[in-house]
């Protein structure tokens, strides 16, 4: 049986409110994505790797200007519908500096501009979902968490 559950898991409570309204004061968010997958799951290479190439060369239109990551990310994942996750570093300021434009580029081109404006991430794909992982500063509850396995009884 071939089981893939993804869970997002909130320490703080998220408001998508932020894509369309900027808040003088935004609370430190933690948001992280939980993939759970039995040890005995197949995954079939070539159709998930399909997947994520046609994922990342989707042409996407974005115009963000002085925007947060969370903003960012946010548009991404409820305007495009592009599955996203993310752990916040533990210096993240939230600091309302990114800047995207984009008229039709690629979402790899995208991502990679988010990351060089915003050093403290990178991103991978895994299991379809677009994942920003801090580089470095990790919080040790949400890095043991993410690096335990989960098996199937």
């Known amino acids: 049986m071939h089981m893939n559950v993804a869970i997002l898991v909130s320490v703080l409570t998220v408001s998508f409110s932020g894509i369309c309204h900027?808040?003088?004061a935004h609370p430190k968010q933690t948001s992280i994505?939980?993939?759970?997958?039995p040890n005995n799951a197949v995954l079939r290479p070539t159709s998930q790797q399909n997947f994520e190439e046609r994922l990342l060369?989707?042409?996407?239109e974005l115009h963000l200007k002085e925007a947060t990551l969370m903003e960012v990310l946010s548009t991404l994942a409820v305007i495009h519908r592009v599955p996203i996750g993310i752990e916040y570093s533990l210096v993240d300021q939230n600091e309302s500096k990114l800047v995207v434009e984009s008229k039709k580029d690629s979402l790899k081109a995208i991502l990679d501009s988010i990351v060089k404006q915003e050093p403290l991430y990178r991103w991978e794909v895994s299991d379809g979902v677009i994942n920003f992982v801090p580089v470095r500063d990790r919080d040790p509850f949400f890095e043991t968490?993410?690096?335990t396995?989960?098996?199937k009884i």
Do not use: G, H, T
């Open 22 to 24: 900027k808040a003088s």
């Open 33 to 37: 994505l939980v993939r759970v997958r």
């Open 57 to 60: 060369s989707r042409k996407i």
């Open 145 to 147: 968490l993410m690096n």
């Open 149 to 151: 396995s989960v098996f």
